[in-house]
């Protein structure tokens, strides 16, 4: 089971912002560690969305953002639009396993 | 331009042996890790291992080291992911991806190749 757990599902209208959180603990995030951030459509691979807590790589709308507080991240999505219905993922680094990297458990972002 | 290019869809029978691949053109290969991440059907995505093609140096996920062997032939390019035994609960797509060894991320992904394990 995911060190990094996320919330199931969250849902929105067009246009609304919605959230998504990544809460770990001292050995992952609240060590340090960044966080990135996944776009998955399903049946695709993942896409990068945000890389080291708040990058968005080119090509990435500016709609999407990142942060990280304390043992926690989270991801924006505002202006939502039909195309963000996906599966998101957060990655950090765990320190107390092996080399590991790790991912959040998953949010399924509904656009109503 | 980066690409990642995997093998195509295997089905096997418990107890087969099976090796899959990625290609990797469009950059110096050498120069970044690649991982493996498995995602079992319905399910979310996790970490098996990394390897460096320069050295071969490899790395596995607890939960996968000793059932999956990660190899890379850096004369061609290409990362390996290879059982000896298969077994059902290998049913599941594998993406390799190019680490970012600054940051972390894996910016670039194969197209996955999905595994079926079914006597």
């Known amino acids: 089971q995911s060190v990094l757990t996320q919330p199931p599902s969250v849902s929105g209208a067009p246009g609304q912002r919605v959230s998504i959180s990544c809460t770990g603990s001292?050995?992952?995030?609240?060590?340090?560690?960044?966080v990135h951030w996944y776009q998955q459509v399903p049946g695709t691979a993942p896409k990068l969305l945000i890389s080291?807590?708040?990058n968005r790589p080119s090509g990435v709308p500016d709609r999407f953002s990142g942060s990280r507080s304390g043992a926690s991240a989270s991801l924006a999505i505002t202006g939502l639009l039909a195309e963000d219905e996906a599966d998101y993922y957060c990655l950090s680094y765990d320190n107390s396993l092996s080399s590991s990297r790790v991912f959040g458990t998953g949010t399924k972002v509904t656009v109503l | 331009e980066v690409q990642l290019v995997q093998s195509g869809a295997e089905v096997r029978k418990p107890g087969e042996s099976l090796k899959i691949s990625c290609k990797a053109s469009?950059?110096?290969?050498?120069?970044?890790?690649i991982v493996w991440v498995r995602q079992m059907p319905g399910k979310g995505l996790e970490w098996m291992g990394i390897i460096h093609p320069a050295d071969s140096d490899t790395r596995y996920s607890p939960s996968f080291q000793g059932h999956v062997t990660i190899g890379v032939d850096k004369s061609i390019n290409t990362a390996y992911l290879q059982w000896s035994s298969v077994k059902a609960s290998d049913t599941a797509t594998y993406y390799c991806a190019r680490h970012l060894t600054l940051s972390g991320a894996f910016d670039y992904w194969g197209q996955g190749t999905p595994v079926s394990v079914s006597s």
């Open positions: 469009g950059y110096r290969y050498s120069n970044y890790w």
């Open positions: 080291g807590n708040t």
């Open positions: 001292s050995s992952n995030i609240g060590a340090g560690y960044d």
